[in-house]
């Protein structure tokens, strides 16, 4: 099957994908002031689609934890996640911060704390202004007009609707017959497509399609970090033009790594961020899930609306269908 037959003709014009120009920004058919691409698919209809279908009599929590000490991604000095104590009922006791009686402070035990991290720690998602081409990002929206001194104006997640849709599991480690797949493996379309026939699963427009490599069984060692096995560009045009509205891993970056392509060193994420209009999501717990052998299941989740960021932490669910 070609590239370009994945769907008929009336669904390519809803699929971004299919206007994507090889490193080039997409122009959004869905408008000029279009900031989250795919995640138009998202309606009232879908949503009341799939929560008809849903068996909320068991959820699988789909994050990780944030603790010091996490693995994240610290390839270019970003700053591991922090906290700290702010407030403390001994410290009330003496720094008296409320500025109240001694006998107030020594009845009511006062704690606080404040927290420090990069954007993309733990599950969370990436936005479209997290990468794009030559000073661009998705729908021509540039550095040059919409990037202020502390965030962009464009694209962040705050923009981002809270999803709820059909979401798939894509076991490429147990198609292999595998824990983990090995260092640096490269999913493709042969990967997915094998995938899809040993788990008698189908892909359809608007799925969040989620890909277990194995690599959760590493955390929280720091070999989660190394040499990730994960999506290629292949894999990820195969993805993107069947229609996902989000792509995501259980692992660092959710593309393989270090990268094949001489010049990109992140061609998964500036695909499918700048060209495909598909938001990703990095580090999602799926081995519960593969554990219970549930590839097809209903999809919660709404990411922390920090205005302009590039990235936001999330907590996805999932649960089974009726």
Known sequence: ?????????????????????????????????????????????????????????????LSVDHFVGMPGWFGAGDQPYQIWMTHT???????????????????????????????????????????????????????????????????????????FARGVLLDIAALH??????????????????????????????????????????????????NTPGLNREGAEYLAKHGAIMIGADNLTLEQTPSVHELNFFPVHTYLLAEAGVPIIEMVQLEELAADRLYEFAFFGACIKLRGATGAPMRPVAMPLL
């Open 177 to 226: 017959g595998v824990e983990t797949l090995g260092p640096s493996h490269g999913i493709g379309r042969a990967d997915i497509e094998a995938c899809l026939k040993h788990q008698g699963t189908e892909l359809k427009l608007g799925d969040v399609v989620l890909i277990r490599t194995g690599q959760m069984l590493k955390w929280p060692d720091m070999a989660f970090t190394r």
């Open 89 to 163: 009922p001994q410290g009330e006791i003496v720094a008296n911060t409320m500025g109240v009686s001694a006998e107030a402070n020594e009845l009511v035990g006062y704690s606080g704390d404040s927290i420090s991290m990069y954007t993309h720690c733990g599950t969370h998602i990436d936005t479209f202004n997290h990468f794009g081409y030559n000073g661009e990002i998705f729908n021509g929206f540039t550095a040059r007009d919409h990037l202020g001194s502390r965030a962009w104006t464009k694209c962040g997640p705050e923009k981002h609707p809270p999803i």
């Open 1 to 61: 099957m070609c590239m370009a037959c994945y769907v008929d003709e009336a669904t390519k014009n809803r699929i971004i994908a299919y206007n994507a120009e090889f490193h080039q920004v997409t122009a959004s058919p869905y408008g000029r002031d279009d900031e989250i691409g795919m995640l138009h698919l998202i309606d009232a209809q879908s949503r009341s689609a799939i929560i008809g279908r849903t068996d909320a009599s068991k959820i699988f929590d």
